[in-house]
């Protein structure tokens, strides 16, 4: 686990209109980010509203991309990004050096950020804290298929290494998956728990009609 360095904010220059609010303090919060629908497309947005990112590197592979001077290799990095308080990301980079590889894949993982909802949603468990989902999800990459549901506190990340390491760093503690297809595939898999994530905030909630109304 390693810390996010954080960018020169006073060095960097925004190229789209989201970066320039972000810069003038128009926008002070990911979560304004993302009531308002706004795409990060600069990674230096979120160094800006989240400089508490920590990284790990959870897969390295060595990739081969056939040209016409002959045969290519490059390094193909990915790594799970989150401040292990609701907001996670993940991150592929590919590059002939490991270190530029692992830097654009950090750079791509700031681009991924997701807001997670967390909550109680398990039957078995009435604490009323953010431990684990609000409601059952699933998620879909390739051929690798999962579901994550509420567990009560106590049960820990009953999910395989990888998914456990995604879990972790968007702040849930008590999670249960079941999984089908090709999981032995690192970058559907991880793809797929990430999109069930992505999903907690596609569904409203009675508790959001509330705060509409």
Not at 92 to 105: D, E, T, W
Not at 181 to 205: P, Q, S
């Given at each position: 686990m390693e810390e996010v360095p954080v960018t020169n904010v006073e060095e960097w220059k925004p190229r789209t209109k989201v970066g320039q609010l972000v810069k003038e303090g128009k926008i002070t919060s990911v979560k304004e980010l993302f009531a308002r629908n706004l795409t990060i497309a600069e990674p230096e947005i979120i160094d800006v509203l989240l400089p508490n990112?920590?990284?790990?590197?959870?897969?390295?592979?060595?990739?081969?991309?056939?040209?016409?001077?002959?045969?290519?290799?490059?390094?193909?990095v990915l790594v799970v990004m989150g401040n292990q308080d609701g907001?996670?990301?993940?991150?592929?980079?590919?590059?002939?050096?490991?270190?530029?590889?692992?830097?654009?894949?950090?750079?791509?993982?700031?681009?991924?950020?997701?807001?997670?909802?967390?909550?109680?949603?398990?039957?078995?468990?009435?604490?009323g804290e953010s431990h684990s989902l609000p409601f059952t999800v699933y998620g879909k990459a390739g051929s690798s298929e999962i579901i994550l549901r509420p567990a009560p506190k106590g049960t820990g990340l009953v999910a395989g290494d990888v998914v456990k390491t995604l879990l972790t760093y968007a702040g849930l503690r008590d999670?249960?998956?079941?999984?089908?297809?090709?999981?032995?595939?690192?970058?559907?898999?991880?793809?797929?728990?990430?999109?069930?994530?992505?999903?907690?905030?596609?569904?409203?909630?009675?508790?959001?009609?509330?705060?509409?109304?």
């Open positions: 990112l920590k990284y790990e590197v959870v897969d390295i592979r060595m990739v081969q991309k056939q040209t016409d001077a002959g045969e290519l290799s490059r390094y193909k907001y996670v990301g993940i991150g592929v980079g590919k590059a002939k050096q490991l270190r530029v590889a692992i830097q654009k894949s950090i750079r791509d993982a700031k681009m991924h950020i997701i807001p997670v909802r967390r909550g109680c949603g398990s039957w078995e468990c009435t604490c999670v249960w998956s079941f999984s089908r297809g090709e999981t032995r595939t690192t970058d559907n898999f991880i793809k797929a728990a990430y999109m069930a994530l992505y999903n907690t905030y596609r569904f409203v909630t009675p508790v959001d009609w509330m705060r509409k109304r």
